[in-house]
């Protein structure tokens, strides 16, 4: 059976009425997940809003890009180091 993937709106929504005070296990049936999936969901979306997880995928977003262009520059950087370092004779 393939697996279901759910949006954090739709995540944010079962947490929302697990918190409402109905009980885990109806909750599990309701949205077809296992248990210890609520309990994961719990932990990490606990007290957020729809809006706080849009704002956490761009900034994570942005994190991936930048630490990508930290990686290019450090390899541009060791690549001209090696040019440097090697001495080229000139042609007679």
């Known amino acids: 059976m393939p697996r279901k993937r759910y949006t954090e709106e739709q995540i944010i929504a079962v947490i929302k009425e697990a918190d409402a005070g ?6 599990c049936r309701k949205h077809n997940v296992s248990d210890a999936t609520i309990y994961k969901w719990k932990a990490k979306y606990s007290g957020l809003e729809v809006s706080d997880i849009r704002k ?31 001495n080229f004779l000139s042609p007679k």
């Open 56 to 86: 956490m995928r761009s900034l994570e977003d942005e994190n991936r890009r930048l630490k990508q262009m930290v990686a290019n520059q450090a390899l541009d950087i060791e690549a001209l180091r090696a040019l440097s370092s090697k």
């Open 22 to 27: 109905v009980k885990t296990s109806e909750l």
